[in-house]
């Protein structure tokens, strides 16, 4: 089975930096895309960024140029540098992983538990 856990959360005023990671634990031959999307009160979730095994990344409009996410595919994980953050951000984390080899088969679209950044004004 696979485990994706996410650590970093918490609470930043206007203007700061957080960074998110989220570590796959299991025996795991391969990954495919991972990402981050968030999930705000009321709303639905939304993507936030996503990288692929070889390292292209997409980044929804709201955080281009503020986000940047990078992955360690020796390590199984995925980060998610925020800065210049806004009250907006404000929202629950989830990671993803689109597809997971494992020395079970393959798992397709595994989620985090979340994690809650809350940016102040």
């Known amino acids: 089975q696979v485990r994706l856990v996410e650590s970093g959360g918490g609470l930043v005023q206007a203007g700061g930096s957080l960074r998110l990671s989220c570590a796959a634990s299991g025996i795991i031959f391969s990954i495919g895309a991972m990402g981050w999307y968030r999930q705000a009160p009321g709303k639905q979730r939304e993507l936030v960024a996503a990288i692929t095994s070889g390292g292209r990344t997409n980044y929804g409009d709201s955080v281009k140029g503020r986000f940047t996410i990078s992955r360690d595919n020796a390590q199984n994980t995925v980060n998610l540098q925020m800065n210049s953050l806004k009250p907006e951000d404000t929202a629950v984390y989830y990671c993803?992983?689109?597809?997971?080899?494992?020395?079970?088969?393959?798992?397709?679209?595994?989620w985090g538990q979340g994690t809650q950044v809350t940016v102040s004004s």
């Open positions: 993803n992983a689109d597809r997971v080899t494992h020395r079970s088969g393959t798992t397709l679209n595994s």
